[in-house]
């Protein structure tokens, strides 16, 4: 805008210098200076309006010239600002995604896709969408969402989102060859990476289980079973509800899961010596062993190892507290 701004103003001079220049060569009246004026700089190719004399010609030829120079000249420029803009905006972009550590890939912003990153967002969790429709390129700006723009079954744009750098990926591209496909390369490109993925089909449920999807959901089965919940046990589905956070909900309750990692302070610790429950206001659901035990309801008697995640359920504060003391 700034290299544009100059030329504008120029536009502007020239109406008013060409206006009364007519005025005082040619004895026209306001109007008809400034309409001829603006025929002139535009050159619309318009007739003259009166017979003109030797002096307003050259007055008009001036016009003609410096009126095209200076489109001439903000055209360039604005051509030159969109690119410039469009080329710094992508490197910007890219530069942000090859920062990110231990992020979440998203693939596709469709119907699934749009209220994952919605979710994750409000979790403030870092995370990439890859989407091949160039046209949901803005909508993700206006978001404020990182994006790479292109085919997520191919290698490159997986390693362009950072799939080496990542802790999870979401595939939930239009079709379910798409989502084998996805779940493969990245398997492939990262073997430990967790991928959830969507399924329409039994057979393609079997061909991502094979792909190796760590989770396969059914959204026709999940919403099946949603609306049965709320017809048998509502309020059931309503605490469910407040504990995921859904949005509406007043009450300040959450379902949090958190790492116990090998330098907290919780560390080899039965639940008595650390005093949670009496200090924090959580309820310890669970506890999830690295070697793949489950412990519900664990007693005052089970000690938090490295690798332990903790299902729990409090309020926000309160889990903020016990996830630093679990770092």
């Not at 610790?269 to 506890?287: D, F, G, H, P």
Request: proline share 2%; aromatic share 8%.
């Amino acid at each position: 805008m700034k290299q544009i701004v100059p030329g504008f103003f120029l536009l502007i001079f020239l109406a008013g210098f060409g206006t009364v220049g007519y005025v005082i060569i040619e004895g026209w009246t306001m109007f008809d200076a400034f309409y001829m004026t603006i025929i002139t700089i535009s050159t619309t190719g318009f007739k003259e309006l009166h017979p003109i004399s030797e002096t307003g010609r050259v007055l008009t030829t001036f016009l003609i010239i410096a009126g095209v120079g200076t489109i001439a000249y903000m055209g360039g420029r604005a051509v030159q600002a969109i690119v410039e803009y469009q080329v710094f905006r992508r490197r910007k972009l890219h530069r942000k995604v090859a920062e990110l550590k231990n992020h979440y890939i998203v693939c596709g912003y469709g119907r699934l896709g749009k209220p994952i990153c919605e979710e994750l967002n409000e979790r403030d969790t870092s995370f990439v969408v890859i989407e091949r429709n160039e046209k949901i390129a803005d909508i993700l700006v206006e978001k404020g969402y990182l994006y790479i723009i292109g085919d997520a079954t191919e290698d490159e744009v997986l390693l362009g989102a950072g799939i080496k750098r990542a802790s999870g990926l979401v595939a939930v591209l239009a079709t379910d060859a798409d989502n084998v496909y996805v779940t493969l390369t990245a398997k492939v490109l990262k073997p430990d990476v967790f991928v959830v993925t969507r399924a329409i089909d039994d057979e393609a449920e079997k061909k991502l289980k094979r792909a190796g999807a760590n989770r396969i959901v059914k959204p026709y089965e999940i919403g099946a079973s949603r609306m049965a919940h709320l017809l048998t046990r509502p309020a059931v589905a309503d605490f469910m509800d407040i504990v995921a956070r859904k949005k509406g909900n007043s009450v300040d309750l959450n379902l949090e899961e958190i790492l116990v990692e090998d330098s907290s302070s919780l560390l080899n610790k039965t639940l008595a010596e650390t005093s949670l429950r009496q200090n924090l206001n959580i309820i310890l659901v669970a506890i999830f062993r690295e070697n793949g035990d489950f412990v519900y309801n664990p007693t005052s008697s089970a000690k938090l190892m490295a690798g332990d995640r903790l299902i729990a359920i409090g309020q926000e504060k309160d889990l903020a507290v016990l996830n630093k003391l679990c770092t």
